[in-house]
């Protein structure tokens, strides 16, 4: 089981407890600068959403290609 920090979406804590962003939106626009490793750990996010499977796995092919910014 990863620990929060590991959590590509961890977005901080507040008194001990674990924040993370949740909506479709802020996940996208996190993932369009994620490392390999981000991207990786982000598949293995229970429930995650559709559309941020396949941005996670687009940023993923453009890393391997060598052509992400």
Same mark, same amino acid.
């Given at each position: 089981m990863m620990r929060p920090e590991q959590n590509p979406f961890y977005t901080g804590s507040y008194c001990g407890q674990? &924040? &993370?962003s949740h909506s479709?939106?802020?996940r996208l626009e996190m993932v369009?600068?994620?490392t390999a490793l981000q991207c990786r750990r982000a598949?293995?996010?229970q429930?995650?959403?559709l559309?941020?499977?396949d941005a996670?796995?687009?940023r993923l092919a453009e890393l391997a290609e060598g052509v992400a910014q």
């Open positions: 674990p &924040f &993370f479709v939106e802020e369009e600068t994620f598949l293995e996010v429930g995650l959403q559309a941020v499977v996670v796995s687009a």
